[in-house]
């Protein structure tokens, strides 16, 4: 049993320091300006371990696009957990879409997940990855916002996929203008209130 808790240990590790290692140049140089031999020699590992635990390239940098959706859910997550006086279902859309441009603003992750992901993966494997990674979240904030009546009834997930087109825009925003998107979307999600 524990040499196969060290076996998992070990690769667990290789793994992680592929996507470490592959994240960084993916985020540094882009999808297609790095290469296999960079990104084996950035983790210390071998080919061979590279195309053990990845059929090849694309599937690694696919692993990293999970991850870094991943880490902007938990993001978004953070965000509307937080203590505040003003509550309800506006308010968690507001602070989930500030969460999102907020964990947008590494550069890095804005060239991996906005730039070469959908040119990379195509629109359907990247849809089909923002919605294992949080991308349902936001529907249901939008179908409890609406069935609790605080939002116009329209249709959730039309809206939420607008809604979501929105807070990209917003991340993709220069450093500088940030603050105004956030502003915008703040009076663009208050605009939807039913009353």
Do not use: C
Not at 91 to 119: F, N, Q, S, Y
């Amino acid at each position: 049993m524990e040499v196969r808790r060290r076996q998992e240990d070990r690769r667990m590790a290789t793994r992680r320091a592929l996507i470490s290692a592959a994240r960084a140049l993916f985020a540094a140089k882009g999808y297609w300006e790095t290469s296999t031999p960079e990104i084996v020699a950035a983790a210390g590992v071998t080919r061979g371990a590279l195309y053990h635990h990845y059929a090849d390239k694309l599937a690694l940098f696919t692993a990293v696009v999970e991850e870094e959706h991943a880490l902007v859910a938990l993001a978004i997550n953070a965000a509307t957990d937080g203590d505040d006086e003003e509550t309800g279902p506006v308010k968690a859309l507001v602070k989930g879409g500030d969460g999102l441009v907020e964990a947008m603003r590494d550069e890095g992750r804005r060239r991996i997940l906005l730039v070469d992901a959908p040119a990379v993966l195509g629109r359907e494997a990247l849809d089909a990855i923002q919605t294992r990674q949080g991308r349902h979240m936001l529907v249901e904030a939008v179908d409890h916002a609406i069935a609790a009546g605080a939002i116009k009834a329209l249709p959730e997930r039309p809206l939420a996929m607008l809604l979501n087109a929105l807070f990209d825009r917003a991340a993709q925003a220069p450093t500088e203008e940030i603050d105004d998107y956030r502003k915008v979307l703040k009076a663009l999600i208050r605009g939807l209130k039913s009353k």
